[in-house]
Nanobody
Framework: QVQLVESGGGLVQTGGSLSLSCAASGRTFSNYAMGWFRQAPGQEREFVAA????????YYTDSVKGRFIVSRDNTKNTVWLQMDSLKSEDTAVYYCAADRRADDIIISLSVAYEHWGQGTQVTVSS
């Protein structure tokens, strides 16, 4: 079992930046690909970004490419999501999730992720 705790959410103006962190505990962090998802009010949860077990591969949804960066440090059991040039449409609850894998690939489907954090609110005001 992996426990995930997100932090770093908050209120920011359009064009601003936030850095989300997700601290993992319980199992070997490097066995898990890590993903970030978000859910806005009245909408389904959507994929944002993910990083492979080793950190060598990353993948982003089109709407955040060039603005968000996902990274991890397996020695610190932590994954980050750096969010720049934020837009009002980025407003959502952001979740990190863990996908136990034997390979170094990335899956963007939420059903692949077995463990989820509680979420952190990001609000972008115009």
């Amino acid at each position: 079992q992996v426990q995930l705790v997100e932090s770093g959410g908050g209120l920011v103006q359009t064009g601003g930046s936030l850095s989300l962190s997700c601290a993992a505990s319980g199992r070997t962090f490097s066995n898990y690909a890590m993903g970030w998802f978000r859910q806005a009010p009245g909408q389904e949860r959507e994929f944002v970004a993910a990083i492979s077990r080793s950190g060598a591969k990353t993948y982003y949804t089109d709407s955040v490419k060039g603005r968000f960066i996902v990274s991890r440090d397996n020695t610190k059991n932590t994954v980050w999501l750096q969010m720049d040039s934020l837009k009002s449409e980025d407003t959502a609850v952001y979740y990190c999730a863990a996908d136990r894998r034997a390979d170094d690939i990335i899956i963007s489907l939420s059903v692949a992720y077995e463990h989820w954090g509680q979420g952190t609110q990001v609000t972008v005001s115009s």
